[in-house]
């Protein structure tokens, strides 16, 4: 398919979707009773929808008043003009300052040693067990006192 047709707009993923999403419409509404194998089947529904594709893009109103521009040509462009969802927003960030630095106000100084403590390390506690119990649930006092004092 990839090497008889061109589909513009669409790379190898793209169309090896399309593929798959061919094969599973195939395979439901093919019948046996028809005097055609199912990979003649398959074939001609797969030339059929790749036909369609061609037409879609091809299609006078759809196609752009203006070329398409890439968007790692214009990185400088986009990277100002287009919004990053995984960015924290600054008005959040200092909601959030603001929350912790009351909370550390709050807690005593063993919760103030485990919030510290938590919060810098990569999760793992390579203390002994009644420690690591101590630091827990000295956390799980921060997390309350900021989930119902603070919050």
């Not at 893009?57 to 990277?79: F, M, Q, W």
Request: with cysteine.
């Amino acid at each position: 398919m990839k090497r008889r047709y061109f589909v513009p707009g669409y790379d190898e993923d793209d169309l090896d979707q399309e593929a798959g999403i061919v094969l599973l419409r195939s395979a439901k509404y093919f019948k046996k009773t028809r005097e055609v194998s199912f990979g003649t089947y398959y074939s001609k529904n797969l030339r059929n929808r790749v036909i369609d594709l061609i037409r879609l893009n091809n299609a006078e109103k759809r196609k752009p008043a203006e070329p398409l521009k890439s968007v790692e040509e214009n990185a400088d462009y986009y990277s100002a003009t287009v919004m990053d969802p995984t960015a924290a927003s600054p008005e959040h960030s200092a909601i959030v300052g603001e929350s912790l630095q009351q909370l550390y106000l709050n807690c005593s100084v063993n919760e103030k040693q485990a919030m510290h403590f938590m919060l810098s390390s990569d999760g793992k506690l390579t203390l002994d067990d009644p420690k690591r119990r101590a630091i827990y649930s000295a956390f799980e006092r921060c997390k309350w006192k900021y989930k119902n004092k603070i919050n």
